[in-house]
């Protein structure tokens, strides 16, 4: 479960943008703000089925997103290859591109 939520949730940073506002306010409020669904339903004077619903489809809407455009797999396999730079540059002593290192990070 945790596995799913920290996926959806990195989709959830690099789709949001797609989504409607009330697609937006359902996921904010279930992924990050950890809302239950009757919490979240009673928010928006909808049922619970309903929140459930639109948070499926979302999900679903997010990883067809992530099918087309591929930002989450780019961002993990940048995040990997960063990682390895940084223990090659560890292992070396190399402080100067350490420092290249970290600033390219930053830029995401």
Do not use: C, W
Request: no cysteine; proline share 1%; net charge negative.
């Amino acid at each position: 479960m945790l596995e799913k939520t920290t996926r959806v949730n990195f989709l959830f940073d690099f789709y949001q943008a797609l989504l409607t506002p009330k697609q937006r306010n359902y996921m904010e409020l279930y992924y990050l703000e950890d809302y239950s669904l009757g919490e979240i339903s009673e928010t928006f004077s909808v049922s619970r089925q309903a929140v459930y619903d639109n948070i499926t489809r979302t999900e679903k809407l997010l990883e067809s997103y992530e099918d087309k455009l591929k930002l989450y797999e780019r961002f993990q396999k940048r995040q990997a290859l960063t990682d390895q730079a940084i223990e090659r540059a560890e292992l070396h002593d190399d402080q100067m591109l350490l420092d290249q290192i970290t600033r390219l990070k930053e830029l995401d």
